[in-house]
């Protein structure tokens, strides 16, 4: 088993939309949306990850990451093996924009489509989502704020 160390982005728009990321791997059966992020890779730093990550997967170049509001650790298939992952989730706000992903970075990784979930439509949503209860626990913080200390969101 390869142990992966990850980062996502709660990226929320003035009006709390987040932004998610329909990821599908065919071969595995896997049919998710989840946050924008993925793997740190070697002698990078998780700041540098998210901002590559969010360049990638978004357009989004300019942004401050803000707080580390949660955490999960998960196991799933990957290519021709099982993958632990172990996820460190920043809040980051920023103005509103239309995602533009990099076409090459998608294509590699199973990216489908970006855009922006309404909060009502996630808790409406039928779709299956990483963490399982992504929209309440983007509820709690949309409400609550940042938690002093970051909330394990499981799988």
């Given amino acids: 088993m390869v142990i992966r ?3 996502r982005a709660l990226v929320l728009d003035p ?24 793997g ?3 002698g990078e730093d998780s700041t540098a990850a998210l901002r590559r990550e969010l360049r990638e997967e978004a ?3 300019e942004f401050e990451p803000g707080p580390v509001v949660w ?11 099982v993958v632990e992952q172990r996820e460190t989730f920043a809040l980051v706000r920023s ?6 992903p990099e076409p090459a970075a998608l294509d590699a990784e199973g990216v489908r489509e970006v855009r ?5 439509e996630l808790e409406a949503s039928d779709a299956e989502f990483a963490p399982r209860r992504l929209a309440a626990h983007v509820r709690k913080l949309v409400e609550d704020g940042p ?3 970051p909330l394990d969101v499981e799988v």
């Avoid at 922006?116 to 009502?120: E, V």
């Fill in 5 to 7: 160390e990850a980062v």
């Fill in 15 to 38: 009006d709390d939309r987040v932004l998610l990321v329909h990821w599908v791997d065919e071969d595995n059966d896997l049919d998710l949306w989840l946050t924008p992020g993925g």
């Fill in 40 to 42: 740190v890779d070697e």
């Fill in 59 to 61: 357009g989004l170049r």
């Fill in 71 to 81: 955490t999960r650790r998960h196991r799933f298939p990957w290519r021709d093996g």
């Fill in 95 to 100: 103005p509103r924009f239309e995602p533009e």
């Fill in 116 to 120: 922006w979930w309404r909060l009502d």
């Fill in 147 to 149: 938690p002093a200390v």
